[in-house]
């Protein structure tokens, strides 16, 4: 059973910091990989998708990347804002015809000016 | 326009109503879905349909009733639900159900009282 697991639950920041959000698989046989946002009370909003043949997807200050493999994703945001406090939440597609989405638990960023 | 519309954003019933929860989609796309979130919890799939027919089941209770009545719309009947079903119910959709982005609606808050 496919389990997805990001760390760190929580993060605190200065504003401007680079920083690095962890996804991790269990099992690599996946159609894509999508990283959402979401903030408090609110839906999700989709921010990067990268299929299982790519390598990384590039969005303004979003960089996420894909080591299938490694069961590995990586979404990087540079120059960190308070605008960007939310959850971030890592979801993979299954290399299965009429699968949906698996989510992480999400890590909640905070941002502080 | 990527803009899952779901109605209504609130919703408080008691246990022995029936209400329904409603998704639009303008985007062509055929593959629509449900989720339930509760509090600092991921979303968890509930159904999903593909080309109007149901393809997923996640063995939901029999008080939950989805419905697609066309291409564009998405339904959830609901009829003698429990407190613990209090959550944010949130509908996406995408293209197909393959490769393609999921894109997420605002959701609809459902308090049983």
């Known amino acids: 059973k496919q389990e997805v697991t990001q760390i760190p639950a929580a993060l605190s920041v200065p504003e401007g910091e680079n920083l690095v959000l962890n996804c991790s698989f269990t099992d690599s046989a996946i159609y894509n990989l999508q990283w959402f946002r979401q903030d408090p009370g609110k839906g999700l909003t989709s921010l990067l998708l990268?299929?299982?043949?790519?390598r990384e997807q590039t969005s303004g200050r979003l960089n996420a990347s894909l080591d299938k493999s490694s069961g590995r994703s990586t979404l990087y945001i540079a120059a960190s804002q308070p605008g960007d406090s939310a959850t971030y939440l890592c979801?993979?597609?299954?290399?299965?015809?009429?699968?949906?989405?698996?989510f992480g638990k999400g890590t909640t960023l905070s941002v502080s000016s | 326009d990527t803009e899952v519309t779901q109605t209504p954003k609130h919703l408080v019933m008691g246990m022995t109503n029936k209400k329904s929860l409603k998704c639009e989609q303008h985007m062509g796309h055929r593959a629509m879905y449900w989720y339930k979130q509760k509090a600092k919890k991921p979303p968890e799939l509930m159904f999903v349909y593909s080309y109007e027919k149901l393809s997923i089941n996640e063995s939901v209770p029999s008080r939950f009733s989805p419905e697609c009545p066309n291409s564009s719309l998405l339904n959830l009947h609901l009829h003698a639900l429990q407190p613990e079903d209090s959550a944010l119910y949130l509908c996406?959709?995408?293209?197909?159900?393959?490769?393609?982005?999921?894109?997420f609606g605002e959701g609809s808050w459902l308090t049983v009282v």
């Open positions: 979801a993979v597609r299954l290399n299965q015809a009429g699968t949906a989405l698996i």
């Open positions: 990268i299929q299982s043949s790519q």
């Open positions: 996406a959709s995408s293209q197909d159900n393959g490769r393609n982005t999921i894109y």
